[in-house]
């Protein structure tokens, strides 16, 4: 059986789906309809804007075949059958929704392709699908209405990534009956090279690498992958990990990462740290930056939207200092009208930071 796409109502083949014309409003078709177009006119190479994992964002060109051998791994991972409903909707002008839709085209899916938006639940026509990928503020915000809630717990299967996933969504995803997992790749590695178990009797704090890849770290402990989705080569990334057996444990990026008077603190794993014991009724957020320091050479900075958080922190210091590893909470906070983020979903830590000084 043939893949199928649907669009609101309109059931399409592949190929009527990259002739259909559709009204100028929908221009977050454009590149699903790109993508379809050229993969069954037999496109040999793709070219792809990398997010920034592995050093400055730029463009690479990736091989058909590179971009097969990703899809059947998560496929056979999976056991993802055929004939299969599956939901995309998240943006396909990036790699993880453009291999959304080359697995249900090599598995021989039925996708149903909806506008992205924070909450899924709203557009999609069905009430089960057997698998899909979210973002996590996706499942956050689906998380918080009872409807949309149940509209998750009815997908089999998820996969989420494009960020990392807080230890409070990770709490709330326990409440799920389906199967979660946490993604982790890049565009280099044309999508995920690995899953990591969120819920259920198989829940870790460990990514499992895929078949087919191998990985290793460089001197910084920053993880390197190498695979048919790599074309045989090393790509090495800026991600300090730990590795166990051809599985790894996910630290933070080396480029997030402050000297401080000679000691390495890991923004992201120090952030988390705080962030887990914020009490639930503190409103706004926070990040983690870095700033000149004539003493340390460079210092932690906290950035908060909310001056309750620097309230609680500054008043409940002993406490947290005592409770929290070395060096988890910043020596200056800043507050900030809203915290910027790129456009893959990323907190912008420099441009956010860089508000903060440049105040009328």
């Not at 792809?48 to 496929?75: D, H, N, V, Y």
């Not at 924070?118 to 209405?145: G, I």
């Not at 909310?306 to 005592?322: A, F, G, M, N, P």
Request: with cysteine; net charge neutral.
């Amino acid at each position: 059986m043939e893949s199928t796409i649907q669009v609101s109502n309109h059931l399409f083949t592949l190929t009527e789906f990259a002739q259909h014309c559709y009204d100028k409003n929908d221009h977050w078709l454009k590149p699903a309809q790109s993508f379809v177009n050229d993969w069954i006119e037999g496109k040999p190479t793709f070219t792809l804007q990398t997010s920034g994992s592995t050093g400055a964002p730029k463009l690479i060109e990736i091989k058909r075949e590179q971009m097969i051998a990703s899809a059947k791994a998560t496929i056979s991972t999976l056991e993802l059958t055929q004939d299969l409903n599956a939901l995309v909707c998240i943006n396909t002008a990036y790699i993880g929704g453009k291999m959304m839709l080359l697995r249900g085209i090599i598995g021989n899916w039925n996708i149903e392709l909806i506008e992205p938006s924070m909450d899924p639940s709203k557009n999609a026509s069905k009430s089960h699908y057997d698998f899909a990928a979210l973002v996590p503020l996706q499942v956050l915000t689906m998380m918080k209405n009872p409807a949309s809630k149940g509209f998750l717990n009815n997908i089999d299967q998820v996969i989420i990534g494009g960020a990392p996933i807080t230890e409070h969504l990770k709490s709330e995803i326990q409440h799920l009956r389906n199967k979660c997992y946490h993604t982790y790749g890049m565009t280099e590695t044309v999508s995920h090279i690995a899953l990591k178990s969120l819920n259920g009797p198989h829940k870790s704090d460990w990514f499992n690498t895929l078949q087919g890849n191998e990985i290793d770290v460089d001197e910084r402990s920053c993880l390197k992958v190498k695979g048919a989705v790599t074309n045989g080569e090393w790509i090495q990334t800026n991600d300090i990990v730990i590795l166990n057996k051809g599985n790894f444990k996910w630290l933070g990026r080396a480029d997030l990462v402050v000297n401080s008077g000679g000691v390495k603190i890991i923004i992201e794993q120090s952030e988390q740290h705080l962030r887990n014991y914020l009490p639930k009724g503190i409103s706004g957020t926070f990040v983690y930056w870095k700033k000149p320091d004539q003493a340390l050479g460079e210092k932690l900075v906290g950035i908060a939207t909310d001056q309750r958080i620097i309230d609680y922190v500054e008043s409940s210091k002993t406490e947290l200092e005592k409770a929290l590893p070395p060096y988890s909470l910043p020596k200056e906070w800043l507050l900030t009208k809203n915290i910027l983020f790129t456009e893959s979903g990323k907190p912008d830590r420099s441009s956010t930071y860089s508000q903060t000084q440049h105040r009328d």
